[in-house]
């Protein structure tokens, strides 16, 4: 009995993550930046563009810089460039 119970959370956790990630319409963002003279592209998606470019813009960041100073000055720098689209729940 006790196994079943921790497969049934387990699975009611996997769906929740799925729901609240993909099963949603929000914004997905595509931002590349150049910092130290080399380029990086990522993507991220969130509930609305603010954060999706935020995140692509961080997430593009983190393996470009050492230490939290240049973390920020990454992230406030302007993106290369920066493509953000509506997507659906799927």
């Known amino acids: 009995m006790k196994p079943l119970l921790v497969l049934a959370g387990?699975?009611?956790v996997v769906a929740a993550l799925y729901f609240?990630?993909?099963?949603?319409?929000?914004?997905?963002?595509?931002?590349?930046?150049?910092?130290?003279?080399?380029?990086?592209?990522?993507s991220a998606r969130a509930a609305t563009e603010d954060e999706a470019r935020r995140s692509a813009v961080a997430t593009?960041?983190?393996?470009?810089t050492r230490?939290?100073?240049?973390?920020?000055?990454c992230e406030?720098?302007?993106?290369?460039?920066?493509?953000?689209?509506?997507?659906?729940?799927g």
């Open 20 to 42: 609240a990630t993909l099963g949603q319409a929000g914004v997905q963002c595509e931002a590349c930046v150049v910092f130290g003279g080399v380029e990086r592209c990522q």
């Open 67 to 73: 230490g939290v100073t240049e973390t920020l000055d």
């Open 10 to 12: 387990i699975a009611a």
């Open 76 to 89: 406030r720098k302007a993106p290369q460039s920066l493509r953000c689209e509506v997507v659906g729940g």
């Open 60 to 64: 593009a960041c983190a393996p470009l």
